[in-house]
């Protein structure tokens, strides 16, 4: 039997969700993307489309595309640092997809930091492997230009890229010191799994509380999570999960408010911490 036109859509879906993914950093702007493809495949004469993959592919992330470019200036006005939203453990079938491809926190972070077209390139050709002929007609450039988008940002994502990644095993050691440190109020500890120069980074989109610019430095960022555990004091409950397909940590302090930290370890040393509390991105965890 011949499948449907919206059976092939969702078995095209969990590939395309994670495209949308990795040029977003959302996944509520992910699905909304996907839900305008299909919208638009609807609307179009499925039997002239050759190639339906092809088609979608192209489709979403221009579409992707598009919504980058509008959501850069919304995160302007952004209140306080913006990070991607994480996807944490026991995901549903559509979090389960994303993960199947490197669409980390800490490499979202970095991307956050390209140009949308260079993010795009990158996301298409360097992370899911489409030539440039496709990053180009999804660009609306040469294949030149696209090769050129793309090895800008690899040059970018490579030199905030870790040389010497923890596996998940290490992170998971190193993390479980650190959250033993900040519990005991043990500074020396704490000052012994961070970086020197590591940076903690908190988003609470002015809904909730959080330190409005990335706080830097060993010494300032340990006495910031020492502080931040004792005034939990007894209402600190924090897990070991995966974040994004590594270890990282969820739970609420006194406050009531769910926070996400996500990790990122180089040669057994944490350099950023990234902490996501905005409600609006943690609607999936609650």
Do not use: C
């Not at 030149?144 to 870790?162: C, F, I, L, Y």
């Not at 993390?175 to 000052?191: C, P, T, V, W």
């Not at 908190?202 to 502080?227: F, N």
């Not at 996400?260 to 609006?280: C, H, K, L, M, Y």
């Amino acid at each position: 039997m011949t499948a449907t036109l919206a059976e092939r859509f969702e078995a095209l879906r969990p590939r395309l969700l994670r495209i949308a993914y990795g040029q977003l950093g959302s996944l509520a702007e992910a699905e909304d993307v996907l839900q305008d493809a299909w919208l638009r495949l609807q609307r179009t004469d499925s039997g002239a489309i050759r190639d339906l993959e092809g088609w979608l592919i192209t489709t979403v992330s221009r579409l992707a595309l598009d919504t980058l470019k509008s959501a850069r200036v919304r995160r302007e006005a952004y209140v306080g640092p913006w990070l991607p939203e994480p996807l944490v453990s026991e995901p549903s079938p559509e979090e389960a997809a994303v993960r199947a491809d490197d669409v980390s926190l800490a490499l979202l972070v970095v991307l956050e930091s390209l140009s949308a077209a260079e993010r795009t390139a990158f996301v298409l050709h360097d992370v899911f492997g489409y030539s440039f002929d496709e990053v180009a007609a999804t660009l609306g450039t040469s294949p030149a230009a696209a090769r050129q988008q793309a090895s800008r940002a690899r040059k970018a994502v490579e030199a905030r890229r870790p040389r010497f990644p923890a596996t998940p095993q290490q992170q998971r050691e190193i993390i479980g010191a650190f959250a033993a440190a900040a519990l005991e109020g043990d500074m020396d500890a704490l000052l012994g799994v961070l970086h020197p120069d590591v940076v903690f980074t908190a988003d609470g989109g002015g809904v909730v509380t959080a330190s409005r610019k990335p706080l830097h430095g060993a010494e300032r960022v340990a006495k910031t999570v020492k502080a931040l555990a004792k005034s939990g004091g007894a209402g600190v409950t924090f897990d070991l999960v995966d974040v994004n397909g590594m270890p990282g940590l969820a739970g609420a302090g006194r406050d009531g408010v769910l926070s996400v930290i996500s990790f990122t370890v180089d040669d057994g040393r944490i350099t950023a911490i990234d902490i996501q509390r905005n409600p609006e991105k943690l609607g999936r965890q609650a």
